[in-house]
T-cell receptor, first 117, second 112 residues
Framework: EAQVTQNPRYLITVTGKKLTVTCSQN?????MSWYRQDPGLGLRQIYY???????DKGDVPEGYKVSRKEKRNFPLILESPSPNQTSLYFC????????????????FGPGTRLTVL | RKEVEQDPGPFNVPEGATVAFNCTYS??????FFWYRQDCRKEPKLLMS?????NEDGRFTAQLNRASQYISLLIRDSKLSDSATYLC?????????????WGLGTSLAVNP
């Protein structure tokens, strides 16, 4: 089954304790992206990756890191989480990074609900 | 002005009703447009792309008005299962990034 998976789905942690949220897709998609979703602010892009070893900042990258060593995986790293990073996080992938037609469809993972105390 | 604006609702309609949502965008150079559906606390899923000539998928019709810079979504014969938040998405294709700009969503509740 074509899908994007994220782990963990729920996480409660404390300020400063490094954590990683994994994201994996089995659709051979080139483009992957991380979003956070907060009430009243909608979906905001954190980082994106056009392909292996190619990553770049989105709109709200502060406090986050990513890596893209393999095409299928795009982990999100919080080196020193803070309470303002409490949010719902989505990983997404799509076939390519160029606009046009069905290749624009973003497939989302189920989300990771993170609480930083 | 926000790049993508939607009426947050909620729209409360009875089963069988027809309901329409609009979404305005500020960048006249925007190239692609989409409607996504998001159920409570779940991931967004593509409902339909919006083409220049307008397009229909079953009970759903999407239209684009470039002159006035808005897209619309019409839902006919509403079902209880249509209750969700509908997200308007615009692709500004900024350089190499798939610069998707997401609206905050319009909430729809279909009542029995």
């Amino acid at each position: 089954e074509a899908q994007v998976t994220q782990n963990p789905r729920y996480l409660i942690t404390v300020t400063g304790k490094k954590l990683t949220v994994t994201c994996s897709q089995n659709m051979n998609h080139e483009y992957m992206s991380w979003y956070r979703q907060d009430p009243g602010l909608g979906l905001r892009q954190i980082y994106y990756s056009m392909n292996v070893e190619v990553t770049d900042k989105g709109d709200v990258p502060e406090g986050y890191k990513v890596s893209r060593k393999e095409k299928r995986n795009f982990p999100l790293i919080l080196e020193s989480p803070s309470p303002n990073q409490t949010s719902l996080y989505f990983c997404a992938s799509s076939l390519a990074g160029i606009a046009g037609g069905s290749t624009d469809t973003q497939y989302f993972g189920p989300g990771t609900r993170l609480t930083v105390l | 002005r926000k790049e993508v604006e939607q009426d947050p609702g909620p729209f409360n309609v009875p089963e069988g009703a027809t309901v329409a949502f609009n979404c305005t965008y500020s960048n006249s150079a925007s190239q692609s447009f989409f409607w996504y559906r998001q159920d409570c606390r779940k991931e967004p899923k593509l409902l339909m792309s919006v083409y220049s000539s307008g397009n229909e998928d079953g009970r759903f019709t999407a239209q684009l008005n470039r002159a006035s810079q808005y897209i619309s979504l019409l839902i006919r014969d509403s079902k209880l299962s249509d209750s969700a938040t509908y997200l308007c998405v615009v692709n500004n294709n900024a350089g190499n990034n798939r610069k998707l700009i997401w609206g905050l969503g319009t909430s729809l509740a279909v009542n029995p």
